[in-house]
């Protein structure tokens, strides 16, 4: 049996009431992360200092760096970028299969928490697999092309889960 397709401008007009809550989401979220970039960039942090026994420091509006200047771990390192694109996908490309409003707004907390912890490892993945280049001259092309890729393949991958897992039920 094969899901049937929704009009685009019924499904529009059936979650428009939510965008807003979507978008207040995603505005939160981005403005809690950048405040507060100690507390966001911590688990990263310690995922490499277990990982290869680096000793960071903290700067404010810089971010946690290595003690022998290898590299930073920045603001941009927190993936709240990543964290948005993710929520936004699975929301918006997802949340009109769910029925009535209290069904909806829980998958919403639900996309909410997948998209943050999917965001945390996929970023701790990403810096993780940059360090080997840290001292390479090219170190911020490496590192900005493999970004790329990792953020672009997990986009992808998610946007296939959540269809495949869409076409079973």
């Known amino acids: 049996m094969t899901a049937?397709?929704?009009n685009p401008a019924e499904v529009l007009m059936n979650n428009l009431p939510l965008y807003p809550i979507i978008l207040l989401i995603c505005t939160i979220t981005y403005?809690?992360?950048?405040k507060n970039i100690e507390i966001s960039l911590f688990p990263h942090k310690t995922a490499i200092q277990y990982l290869f026994g680096f000793d960071?420091?903290?700067?404010?509006?810089?971010?946690?760096?290595?003690a022998n200047g290898l590299f930073i771990i920045a603001r941009n390192c927190s993936g709240i970028k990543l964290f948005i694109s993710l929520f936004l996908i699975m929301t918006l490309g997802f949340?009109?299969?769910q029925a009535g409003l209290k069904r909806k707004l829980m998958t919403i907390v639900r996309y909410y928490f997948t998209s943050l912890g999917l965001a945390l490892v996929i970023t701790i993945i990403r810096i993780t697999a940059s360090v080997p280049f840290c001292t390479w001259n090219r170190f911020y092309l490496i590192h900005n092309l493999m970004s790329l890729a990792i953020y672009?393949?997990?986009g992808l991958v998610l946007y296939?889960?959540?269809?495949?897992k869409a076409v079973a039920l």
């Not at 403005?31 to 950048?34: D, E, L, P, S, V």
């Not at 960071?56 to 290595?66: K, L, M, P, R």
């Not at 296939?160 to 495949?164: I, L």
């Open 56 to 66: 960071f420091f903290f700067t404010a509006n810089v971010g946690y760096e290595q």
């Open 152 to 154: 672009f393949m997990s």
């Open 31 to 34: 403005i809690t992360f950048n």
């Open 4 to 6: 049937m397709k929704k």
């Open 160 to 164: 296939y889960f959540m269809e495949r």
């Open 95 to 97: 949340l009109h299969r």
